[in-house]
């Protein structure tokens, strides 16, 4: 079967750093996608990788190895709002997204 | 305005009542989509459009109907609403087939009693 793992809940201090992992097993892959969920909103789109290596956007990062299956979200200088769930998500080869059940990110001051 | 637009936004119903969730979007998206969200899962496909003569069932469409009534339209039906039907609803759409960027509605909270 197709499985995302990713962590429930992450506890991380205003100002720091925080690295979400995300682990797959999908039949095929064409691309892995993170997504930001604020408590009660809709998803909104983060970061896309379909190659190996690491894509930076602004303080954002996400990093994929396609031979391990797995791929992290790397948030810098955290803030407050950044208090969100963060969802990764994988393209299999029909091009279907298969979702993580989300790891719910917690900044404390 | 939001370029996806879900409504109702909250909606409590009894058991075996129908009920119907709409989505409108103004993105000019061909691809439309309807997933359910429950606390500790992942999201889930109910039903997926590539166009108006396009439907497709997802991984959950059990109890579940869908109609595109034009590009910008996309609604989902619970004949028979049932209980573990009660979940946040997501419209989404997206541009082409393999992107996997989304564009969500504000969802649309559905209590089944």
């Known amino acids: ?109 | 305005d939001a370029d996806v637009t879900q409504t109702p936004r909250n909606r409590i119903t009894k058991t075996g009542k129908r009920i119907m969730l709409e989505c409108s979007q103004t993105k000019g998206h061909d691809r439309m989509y309807w997933y359910r969200q429950d606390p500790g899962l992942g999201l889930q496909l109910i039903y997926y459009s590539f166009d108006v003569k396009d439907i497709n069932k997802g991984e959950i469409s059990d109890g579940y109907s869908v109609s595109r009534q034009a590009q910008a339209k996309f609604s989902l039906s619970l004949e028979s609403a049932i209980p573990n039907q009660t979940a946040l609803y997501f419209c989404a759409t997206s541009e082409g087939r393999d992107t996997g960027e989304l564009f969500f509605g504000e969802g649309s909270r559905l209590t089944v009693l």
């Open chain 1, 1 to 109: 079967g197709q499985n995302i793992d990713q962590p429930t809940e992450m506890t991380a201090t205003e100002g720091a750093i925080v690295q979400i992992n995300c682990t797959y097993q999908t039949s095929g892959f064409n691309g892995l996608f993170w997504y930001q969920q604020h408590a009660g909103e809709a998803p909104t789109f983060l970061s896309y990788n379909v190659l190996d290596g690491l894509e930076e956007k602004g303080r954002f990062s996400s990093f994929l190895s396609r031979s391990k299956g797995y791929s992290y979200l790397l948030l810098k200088e955290l803030q407050m709002k950044d208090s969100a769930s963060y969802l990764c998500a994988v393209m299999d080869s029909n091009y279907q997204l298969i979702w993580g059940a989300g790891t719910k990110l917690i900044i404390k001051p």
